[in-house]
């Protein structure tokens, strides 16, 4: 037992590497941290200030896709219903590129996002930075 502390005390710059290596495993494995309870803490609406929006013409499902990398935020218009958006929270960056650059858009959001984020929907977003 004794050596093995020694062992730790002389290479304790190792251990964030070896926390870099075990979050890049869980990622890989799809793994995905608690969110911060303490994110938020103020809890006043999202007000969609910070998305970017992009037209999405090959995807027949959705008219426009937003994102907000500070907040980690997501944001739909589907093609049937464009007077609401539908926000989804938690969305890393990562999965928002591969939305992105996915053949098709309408299934990587089944498979990848639809009830697997919290999502809320805006309705009445003329005039809002909810419309793109």
Known sequence: MKEKLLWAAEHWFLLPFAAF??????????VKPAPDPNRFFDERPYTGEGLVWQQTPRSSCFSAVGYDDDHEMLALIFRDNQSAAYVYSEIWHSIYQELMAADSLGNYY???????????????????????
């Open 21 to 30: 290596l075990l979050m890049a495993a869980l990622s890989l494995a799809g």
């Open 110 to 132: 089944n498979e990848n996002i639809k009830g697997q984020f919290p999502c809320e929907r805006k309705d009445g977003i003329e005039g809002t930075y909810f419309e793109p």
